[in-house]
């Protein structure tokens, strides 16, 4: 069982920046984050492979990035330019599945989940 502690979620003005870390017990072939927002479905974020592939939503790119500390099994997702759009719960999520490499922003794909961390952008 993969165990996944969220942290770094909080308040901040439109076009503001955040870091969210996410720690894994073990090491898993692929660790990502998604979010949701209230009334809306869970969505994929970003996701990273542990062969240093990485996939980002069109609505995130180019704002947000992923860096990994292989050593410490650490996810973190760095938010920048955060808009009230972004504002809802995120969850680090984590896979052993191959299919995370096919298709990486498919919430189906991880298995492993954490208990999630709130973003609240205000404007």
């Known amino acids: 069982e993969v165990q996944l502690a969220e942290s770094g979620g909080g308040s901040v003005q439109s076009g503001g920046s955040l870091r969210l870390s996410c720690a894994a017990s073990i090491h898993t072939y692929s660790m990502g984050w998604f979010r949701q927002a209230p009334g809306k479905e869970r969505e994929g974020v970003a996701t990273?492979?542990?062969?240093?592939?990485?996939k980002f939503a069109d609505s995130v790119k180019g704002r947000f990035t992923i860096s990994q500390d292989n050593a410490k099994n650490t996810l973190y997702l760095h938010m920048n330019s955060l808009e009230p759009a972004d504002t809802a719960m995120y969850y680090c999520?984590?896979?052993?599945?191959?299919?995370?490499?096919?298709?990486?922003?498919?919430?189906?794909?991880?298995?492993?989940w954490g208990q999630g961390t709130q973003v609240t952008v205000s404007s």
């Open positions: 990273a492979v542990s062969d240093g592939t990485t």
């Open positions: 999520a984590a896979s052993n599945d191959f299919i995370t490499k096919i298709d990486p922003l498919r919430r189906g794909g991880f298995t492993y």
